[in-house]
């Protein structure tokens, strides 16, 4: 297994001076250096095989998108009214729910990871010793995004989530790799990352993040930032007792991060704060002020005079912290420059459901590997094997997942029409138990 890896991460990434001698076969894809299925040889057909979407730029394709094509995708977004779904995985069971749910929404979709969920990823058990299997992890899960992304035939953002400063070797671990990944295929190994250095001073934060924009837009990535704090707990960062007027991005503070960011590159996005809160809480318990972004264009647009987008909105806005949200609110705040949401909460407890249900309808098959009420000799097999479970809780996201394409006003964005149905699914001892 550990051979396997390496060879496919030393023909991809290279391994030396002498590597890649005789030269990679490039695809012929606007914007697409290196596709996966082209060169290893894996079936690509129907909407795996195609160049660009019937609706949307040329240079968007399936699969990762990075540079150009993932900016001509967010501007896409913000032109046309929807806010692309960012959603954190934390397996390839996780990671094909949402390429899954995207297909069926024609959308495309934003698959992100966390430090944590880039070390879980990589193995518990594995030494994070200078965030080791944190980094290891992120780069497998970007390796599985990279190839069944094309399978799916929609065009994904390859993102990682929040990175507080002492999480920033992490970051630099993944930009190694992507710096290394674009010197032989001509685009980087993620899209994105994000940069949140909200708890430190606003100046320490955009001078951190002016030096990680320069390093990055050199290879075509993206910066996320974050303005202001999300309140609430998420993945090991607790801000349940921060200040309510820090929960609150105030427009001069946003026009001095596009102000000092601009100048560098325009590949970048803000998450600005307006009341956002990481966690689940009952319906009304968020108070989201989504003018407070609308505000921010406006003053933007005055600072720019002339030189002011013809749409006045300068900046393309992240929410963060959107469960519990109304979802009024929600496309609120897309009409004033959202074009991602971030979701984990939502779709932890859906994974989490689905296991639960599955459990509950098949309790009586699952308390022995023999026996149930068919017979005491009757055997349990097809029920405990974890695809079974695993293939519920799957089910089960793609169906939230739903929700939040439609909440986003992310539906039929691509032309693709309707998922055809698979076939050739094997039968339910290898994985089809109804659920």
Sequence with gaps: MKFGFALFATIVMGSGADAFTSGIKRSSRVGTPLNIAEEFGLPCEDECAIDKFPNMPDSVHPGVVTGQAMIDLLDHAKENGYAIPAVNCVSSSGINAC?????????????QFSSGG????????????????????????????????EQYGIPVILHTDHCA???????????????????????????????DLSEEPIEENIGICKDYLARMSKIGMLLEMELGITGGEEDGVNNEDVALEDLYSKPEEIFQVYDELTPISDMFTVAAAFGNVHGVYSPGNVQLEPKILTRAQAYISEKLGDKAPADSKPVKFVFHGGSGSDVTDIQEAIGYGVIKMNIDTDTQWSYWEGIKNFEEKFHDYLQGQIG???????????????????????????????QCFADLKCVNILGLGEMA???????????????
């Design 99 to 111: 390429l899954e749910a995207a297909r069926k929404n024609d959308a495309p979709i934003i698959i």
């Design 118 to 149: 880039s070390q879980f990823y990589g193995g518990k058990a594995l030494d994070n010793k200078n965030y080791a299997a944190a980094i290891a992890g992120a780069v497998s899960g970007a390796f599985h995004v990279r190839t069944m992304a």
């Design 165 to 195: 400063k002492k999480l920033l070797p992490w970051v630099d671990g993944l930009l190694d790799a992507s710096e290394r990944y674009y010197a032989k295929q001509g685009e980087p190994l993620f899209s994105s990352h994000m940069i």
């Design 372 to 402: 149930n009420p068919e017979g005491p000799e009757k055997p349990n097999k097809k029920y405990y094997d974890p695809r079974e479970c695993m293939r519920a809780a799957e089910v089960n996201t793609v169906q939230r997942l739903d």
């Design 421 to 435: 149905e698979a076939e050739n699914v094997l039968e339910p001892r290898r994985g089809g138990l109804p659920v």
